[in-house]
């Protein structure tokens, strides 16, 4: 049962996202790019982490994504505006995101498994296991992400303002 | 019920490197900016996707934690980078980034 | 007293940096004062280490002020030597440079650049002041090279004129040639001792035997210093052209300072010339070559300051030939009188053209007595010094070298009082031919004719006065005198007196006083009679002359033969390798690969398209490659 839903939900991720890189028009990018990001979800929440795979839908497919569609309709782009690229660059495109797919394959077939050090557990999804986590261990990271959120903040104020001078 | 009994690592690990591909070769397929911004979200969350997978293999509650951090950093990224492609957009009327050619030697 | 010994050289620095810097800004006889006054204050401090020298027993004072160079083995402080004779050539230096000092007060007074001349006048007294006072040869060689530097300034001090500042150059470059000699030996010196301050050397030196060639090495290296400095055969033609510049410059550094730091060098290290007597013979020869030479030379000049700076050759000749005699006391008693005399007549011969507004030509002088008295009497004691007149300094000085060189080989002596005579001839031909007789010149300079301000003449009396009775310190014991000078500097010469022969005795030294006496007594009367009874006249620019006063006329063509043996090769090499080496190899490596850059770079170029795109698929590949690399 798990095995179909993994399949299923790799299907799902592979095809959405060949479509957001193949469809013409960037609303239907978007869209599917949001499609995709539930097909991940389902992995994570299929991978125990629950808490995770809500947060990943609010951030990505609520605020992230929402942000895309916003700047598209904001600048006009709905339309297939763009002009295409040669053959021959969408072959050597292909030849070399196909290339880096069979390195990153390859490299998988030396790989020797690694033994888990800590004992399984189905409860490390949980908001209290990550909360503790982020707050003991990574208290100081998650301040400067805070740094780093306000920095953006105020970066994408200053080039959204209709004129520098 | 879990993913780990039943499926092995190593197919997490394909699927990241697939998901990873696609967003390489949206990035060099496509000349709209904001189709390459979003291939390149897609190549975050491949990464995201192996995190969490390794987190759970492992039992590890920090790979989840760092999903966090990406996940922060990528907000940041878009903000940052949408603003810079609407001044782009303002001043050139154009998402191709084949007109950013400014660098040229 | 010795506490003081740094401000001696440091008061001319502060002198030559408050003028340096400020002087323009300041008023003419505020830059005399300052320039003079320093020079005295040092004066006064050298007077006050003579007498502490003199009446204490300690002979020797090693002052020391920091470590200077400390590298490997070589370790130099900086620090000075005051003993008998750095003392006595500090107070010649800073006696002589104080009256040189005022009279330039006077006579540069009307010079645009008077605050420059009294800086370089400053910074020269002080590097000739390190000079003496080094108690290593590195400190020695930074005031060598110190003052062959204020030299090139003060001969090219009216820099406007081409000719001024060849003369300028070719003293400077002479020099050089004197200096890597010197440094050289200075090498040696530290590569056999392992050391190059003199207290060191010289104790280790005394092990050494006689006749040692690497002793004989440093000998000669350090007198081909000498020779520079010195303008010994061959490189003396230098001080002769050096008269280009202001004439206190050629008083005080072509006649009475600067030029005897060849002299003083030798005699400070007369233990390594003692133990190789195979250099002093050299020394000698060149010396009395050059003394014999170089008075040839003056007896046809018609410049008056060429026929000092001949004189001046030859006075230092004299010097060497006492140094090679082993006769040191007598060397450094010559650099005192001829010091005392030679400015004088320096300053008597600025007086004189100053009088004449600026014309230094003898043949158009003559007759001045009556219009610049001072002048010429303080000129005719000068003259009589040089000479040799009994009684005059120059003739004690001169006796004793002269007595030296007789003891030494006959030869020698003899050709060193055919010099006197020589010498006697040029300085009286000089001497009548410029104060008697009638005025020669235009009707405008007789009409212009004055003595010279106080603060010139005043000099010239005091000198006139030390030309006088200078000689008095070194009064042979044959005249029943006593030799101050030669006890004074005992101290010094010790070690080197094992080599000293025995004096003569008292008949033979009246014998050749009666002799050199006789010689200036012949060459006197020559030189009335000719220019004064028959009222001769050195041929005009352009007439016919004897071959030999045509080569001697011409200084024995050697300036031509050096042009023609040296210089002509050397510009063809050094073209030869401009237009070959320089412009083909050189230039074009260097061009080359300029070329080179150029042109890849040009290529490479145009990998920068300034697509992004590509630039993203540049990288993917790249990445690609490194993972392959990498994990395979």
Not at chain 1, 112 to 121: D, F, L, M, R, T
Not at chain 3, 204 to 219: C, D, N, R, W, Y
Not at chain 3, 251 to 263: K, S, W
Request: glycine share 8%.
């Amino acid at each position: 049962m798990t095995t179909y839903l993994f399949y299923f939900l790799s299907f799902l991720a592979i095809m959405f996202a060949l479509m957001v890189v193949l469809s013409k028009n960037p609303i239907h990018s978007v869209l599917y790019l949001v499609l995709t990001f539930f097909a991940i979800a389902g992995h994570y929440v299929l991978l125990n982490a629950q808490f995770l795979a809500a947060v990943h839908i609010i951030v990505y497919a609520g605020a992230i994504m929402v942000l895309f569609l916003f700047v598209i309709m904001l600048l006009n782009l709905n339309k297939d505006t763009e002009p295409h690229k040669s053959l021959w660059l969408k072959g050597s495109a292909a030849v070399a995101s196909g290339s880096l797919l069979v390195i990153l394959v390859g490299s998988l077939r030396g790989a020797e498994q690694i033994i888990a050090s800590n004992p399984y557990s189905n409860s490390i999804g949980l908001i209290e296991n990550l909360g503790q986590t982020l707050f003991k261990d990574f208290l100081l990271p998650f301040e400067v992400a805070s740094i780093l959120l306000l920095g953006a903040m105020v970066g994408a104020v200053m080039l959204g303002k209709k004129s520098i001078k | 019920m879990s993913a780990i009994q039943t499926i092995p690592i190593n197919w997490y690990l394909l699927l990241s490197a697939v998901l990873f591909s696609i967003g390489i070769l949206g990035v060099l397929f496509r000349r709209n900016a904001i189709i390459i911004f979003m291939s390149i979200e897609l190549m975050l969350n491949a990464v995201n996707l192996l995190l969490v997978a390794f987190s759970t293999y492992l039992s590890d509650s920090k790979g989840q934690v760092f999903v966090f951090f990406i996940m922060a950093v990528a907000a940041a990224e878009v903000a940052v980078g949408l603003a810079i492609l609407m001044s782009v957009y303002r001043n050139s009327k154009s998402t191709d980034i084949n007109i950013l050619s400014k660098l040229k030697g | 007293m010795m506490k003081l010994v740094g401000l001696v050289p440091i008061l001319p620095l502060i002198g030559f940096l408050i003028i340096g810097f400020f002087g323009k800004k300041m008023s003419k006889g505020l830059v005399g004062v300052i320039g003079s006054g320093v020079v005295f204050a040092a004066f006064a401090i050298a007077v006050g280490l003579f007498i502490d020298i003199q009446e204490h027993a300690q002979k020797s004072y090693t002052i020391d002020f920091f470590n200077w160079i400390s590298a490997g083995k070589l370790s130099i402080p900086f620090s000075f030597l005051v003993d008998p004779l750095s003392s006595l050539f500090l107070l010649i230096i800073t006696g002589i440079g104080f009256l040189i000092h005022v009279y330039s007060t006077a006579y540069m007074h009307d010079d645009e650049g008077f605050s420059r001349f009294f800086a370089y006048l400053n910074l020269f007294i002080f590097f000739m002041l390190l000079l003496v006072l080094g108690s290593n040869y590195l400190i020695m060689f930074v005031g060598w090279e110190g003052v062959g530097l204020c030299s090139y300034l003060l001969i090219g001090f009216w820099f406007k004129n081409t000719a001024y500042n060849n003369a300028a150059k070719k003293a400077f470059i002479m020099n050089r040639i004197g200096d890597l000699g010197f440094l050289l030996g200075i090498i040696l010196i530290f590569v056999t001792f392992g050391s190059i301050s003199y207290h060191e050397v010289f104790e280790q030196a005394k092990s050494f035997s006689s006749g040692s060639p690497v002793l004989t090495a440093i000998a000669l290296l350090l007198f081909i210093g000498a020779m520079g400095k010195s303008a010994q055969l061959p490189l003396y033609t230098w001080l002769p052209d050096a008269m280009a510049g202001p004439t206190p410059v050629s008083a005080l550094i072509h006649a009475a300072t600067m030029v005897t730091a060849g002299i003083y060098m030798i005699a400070r290290s007369n233990i390594l010339y003692t133990l190789s007597p195979d250099a002093m013979a050299v020394v000698s020869v060149i010396g009395v070559c050059t003394a014999l030479f170089a008075a040839t030379i003056g007896l046809a000049q018609n410049d008056i300051k060429k026929v000092l700076a001949y004189s001046t050759v030859s006075q230092l000749g004299y010097m060497f030939l006492a140094l090679g005699v082993g006769a040191y006391t007598g060397a450094v008693f010559h650099v005192m009188t001829h010091a005392f005399f030679k400015a004088l007549l320096f300053l008597g011969a600025g007086s004189v053209i100053h009088a004449m507004s600026g014309e230094q030509d003898i043949r158009k002088m003559g007759g001045l007595k009556k219009y610049i008295p001072i002048t010429q009497m303080t000129f005719l004691i000068g003259t009589l010094a040089i000479a040799g007149f009994p009684g005059f300094s120059g003739f004690f000085s001169k006796d004793e070298i002269l007595a030296n060189a007789y003891e030494h080989n006959k030869v020698l002596w003899f050709v060193g009082i055919l010099t006197a005579g020589m010498t006697t001839f040029y300085m009286f031909r000089l001497y009548f031919l410029t104060f008697k007789g009638t005025f020669r010149g235009t009707h405008e300079q007789e009409h212009h004719l004055h003595e010279s301000p106080k603060a010139m003449t005043i000099p010239l009396i005091i000198l006139a006065v030390l030309s006088l009775v200078g000689g008095l310190v070194g009064i042979p014991a044959a005249l029943g005198g006593h030799h101050f000078l030669e006890e004074f500097l005992k101290p010094v010469f010790e070690d080197s007196s094992f080599r000293m022969v025995h004096h003569l005795s008292h008949e033979t030294e009246y014998i050749l006083m009666g002799i050199a006496v006789a010689v200036m007594a012949i060459a006197l009367y020559f030189a009335y009679k000719t220019y004064v009874v028959d009222k001769k006249l050195p041929a005009a620019e352009g007439e016919e002359l004897q071959p030999i006063h045509n080569l001697v006329y011409k200084k024995y063509l050697i300036d031509e033969l050096y042009e023609f043996v040296i210089t002509k090769p050397l510009n063809f090499i050094g073209d030869a390798f401009h237009k070959v080496v320089d412009n083909q190899i050189v230039d074009g490596i260097v061009n080359g690969s300029g070329y080179v850059v150029n042109g890849v770079s040009g290529i490479i170029r145009k990998v920068q398209t300034g697509n992004i795109g590509f630039y993203v698929f540049v990288m993917v590949i790249s990445i690609v490659l490194i993972l392959f690399t990498q994990l395979f």
